[in-house]
């Protein structure tokens, strides 16, 4: 790709109005095929970048939602429409990105998974004559299948099937041979056509991962000044769109009483603030990390400072003595955070971002994130066990606690999925539709309070659907066995009716 040129023939100047039109020669989506873009303006090079990125984190947030194969045509079917690209425009947008992940494992990683599948639903779109077009370009190791001797064989094995196959060495379509969906013999896999966009989308991933490493090399070399104008950019996004919401509050739709706080947290909170309020509630001490975490979570869930004060008054002096609790100043750090001591500032709640990649607890710390900093053996443990269901509270907190709601085997499989390969945050998304079927929360929480306020909605929400439920069936009740009207006769005094 050209170096951003210093006047280049579109700076200085709107943009000229560009046709918007799909890709038009998808079988180039290897992108080593691709021409280099010309030279462009920063401000464009700015925006296609941006672009690019809001595309691939809107499919990071439908990947909660949906499995691959789900989440595929859901992309190609909605998003595509809404994103299109020019060729020019995609090359640029890409490798401008490749320049932004490639430092970090972590984000190398999430580049190749949503561009993996970007590429898999815009192949999706494409017939079997371009899908082979594709294998053609890029000299892929899978051979179409020509010999009779062979076609009969698969015939035989596929139930006389005979869409078109591709013969490829097994160790590239591992995941197929693992499901029992193609043949092998003498180290080959016969894939079925229909089977070809998981055979492309393992050369894509293998060919983008090697680029990343080439791309990483290629950016180390770079002069100061090209890191400078180039680099300072593109790092300053990826920063941006992973930490936009550590300093965003959520405003609280009311107030919460301080002697509801622990049921509210056995309810509605996420594990996060959970394991701080157990700990809180059972040790009555909290470390530093904790007190900060959990404190301006409960003010910004609508908690008063009066009301906090006397909360952990309550909590810390249960072990402590309040000599300790005077020494140690905590009232004036719950002071500071509500803006009433020390620069007057009123502290907002930690987001999502801050909490996972902020100071990792120790032993005797409860705070962080429980999907990104618990051991797999105890999270597994954690979310086996029986929570209370947020459909069942009823107006006192303490007749809800036998109705209980426990997260699937394959529900829990899933969350752990993704707290192994890093997307934390939508571990807690999974984990919070297991604990709340059928809510309308698509989007990933990006801090504690936004999934308070979610749990508090879906309640309010089943109450409501179960309130008119109820009004239906009384009215159905109605109808079929309707009440006789009386008729009353007035009798005069001095006569008959």
């Known amino acids: 790709m050209h170096a951003l040129g210093k006047k280049s023939k579109?700076?200085?100047?709107?943009?000229?109005?560009?046709?918007?039109?799909?890709?038009?020669?998808?079988?180039?989506?290897?992108?080593?095929?691709?021409?280099?873009?010309?030279?462009?303006?920063?401000?464009?090079f700015e925006t296609l970048s941006l672009r690019r990125l809001q595309l691939?984190?809107?499919?990071?947030?439908?990947?909660?939602?949906?499995?691959?194969?789900d989440l595929i045509e859901k992309v190609a079917k909605d998003l595509l429409p809404e994103w299109e690209f020019t060729d020019e425009e995609d090359t640029l947008s890409h490798y401008a990105l490749r320049l932004a992940m490639c430092e970090s494992e972590r984000w190398r990683s999430w580049f190749l998974q949503y561009e993996k599948i970007l590429f898999l639903a815009r192949m999706r779109a494409l017939g079997p004559a371009d899908q082979k077009k594709v294998l053609a370009m890029n000299d892929l190791s899978a051979q179409e299948v020509t010999a009779p001797e062979e076609k009969q064989m698969l015939a035989e094995a596929f139930d006389g099937e005979d869409s078109g196959w591709y013969k490829t060495p097994w160790t590239l379509v591992h995941?197929?041979?693992e499901k029992r969906l193609v043949v092998v013999q003498k180290g080959k896999a016969f894939v079925p056509q229909r089977q070809l966009l998981d055979v492309l989308a393992t050369f894509y991933r293998a060919e983008l991962a090697k680029q990343l490493n080439f791309t990483r090399s290629a950016r180390a070399k770079l002069v100061p000044t090209e890191k400078d104008r180039v680099l300072a950019f593109l790092d300053q996004a990826v920063e941006t769109f992973t930490m936009k919401s550590q300093t965003q509050d959520v405003t609280s739709t009311g107030s919460i009483d301080r002697n509801q706080i622990h049921a509210l947290?056995?309810?509605?909170?996420?594990?996060?603030m959970q394991s701080l309020d157990h700990?809180?509630?059972?040790?009555?001490?909290l470390k530093f990390q904790g007190r900060w975490q959990?404190?301006?979570?409960?003010?910004?869930i609508g908690l008063s400072m009066e009301d906090a004060l006397e909360f952990w008054k309550t909590e810390m002096t249960a072990k402590a003595s309040p000599e300790?609790?005077?020494?140690?100043?905590?009232?004036?750090?719950?002071?500071?955070?509500?803006?009433?001591?020390?620069k007057r500032t009123s502290y907002t709640s930690l987001g999502c971002p801050k909490i996972i990649l902020g100071p990792t607890p120790n032993a005797e710390s409860k705070h962080g994130c429980p999907f990104r900093h618990m051991d797999e053996r105890e999270l597994r443990a954690v979310l086996n066990k029986p929570h209370i269901n947020p459909a069942k509270v009823g107006e006192k907190f303490d007749v809800v606690m036998t109705n209980r709601i426990t997260v699937s085997s394959d529900e829990v499989e899933d969350i752990l999925k993704k707290s192994r390969t890093g997307f934390w945050q939508a571990a807690c998304h999974a984990h919070f539709h297991a604990l709340h079927p059928g809510a309308r929360e698509e989007s990933l929480f990006n801090s504690p309070a936004q999934f308070f306020h979610a749990s508090r909605r879906y309640t309010e929400d089943v109450k409501e659907q179960q309130k008119k439920a109820a009004e239906a069936a009384e009215e159905a009740k109605r109808?079929?066995?309707?009440?006789?009207?009386?008729?009353?006769t007035y009798i005069s005094a001095g006569g008959t009716a």
């Not at 947290?265 to 996060?272: E, T, W």
């Not at 404190?295 to 910004?300: D, E, M, N, R, Y």
Request: charged residues 25%.
């Open 10 to 44: 579109l700076q200085g100047g709107a943009e000229p109005e560009k046709k918007r039109v799909k890709i038009t020669k998808p079988y180039c989506l290897f992108y080593k095929h691709r021409p280099q873009p010309e030279m462009t303006n920063v401000e464009r």
């Open 56 to 69: 691939l984190a809107r499919i990071y947030q439908l990947d909660a939602k949906y499995n691959q194969r």
């Open 175 to 177: 995941n197929l041979v």
């Open 265 to 272: 947290a056995d309810i509605h909170m996420p594990l996060c």
């Open 279 to 285: 700990h809180l509630h059972n040790d009555h001490h």
């Open 294 to 300: 959990y404190g301006t979570f409960l003010k910004a």
């Open 324 to 342: 300790t609790w005077n020494k140690c100043r905590y009232a004036y750090n719950i002071r500071h955070y509500y803006g009433k001591e020390g």
């Open 479 to 488: 109808a079929e066995h309707p009440v006789a009207q009386t008729t009353t």
